[in-house]
């Protein structure tokens, strides 16, 4: 668990899965991809496009955020 840092909001899209329990994992998996979750909440469904929109609130010792996630310093 990451303590201290910078507290970011971010957005982003992950495809959604054959059944709940691989959704929230794979949601997870991304989050921590870009920093220590501490919130998150599945805003939109795009079925058309098969996506689940994710808002997030995370924390990052250093500026190592993954290229495509939306980004405001809180």
């Known amino acids: 668990m990451i ?4 507290t970011h909001f971010i957005t982003l899209e992950v495809e959604l899965q054959p059944s709940a329990q691989r959704l929230h ?3 997870l998996a991304e989050l ?3 920093g220590n979750p501490l919130r998150w ?3 939109a469904v795009d079925s058309e496009r ?3 929109c994710i808002e997030a609130v995370i924390t990052t010792p250093t ?3 993954i290229p495509g996630a939306v980004v405001r310093t809180v």
């Open 3 to 6: 303590w201290g840092g910078q």
């Open 25 to 27: 994992d794979r949601i």
């Open 32 to 34: 921590q991809k870009q």
């Open 41 to 43: 909440a599945i805003v």
């Open 50 to 52: 098969n996506i689940a």
């Open 63 to 65: 500026e190592f955020l």
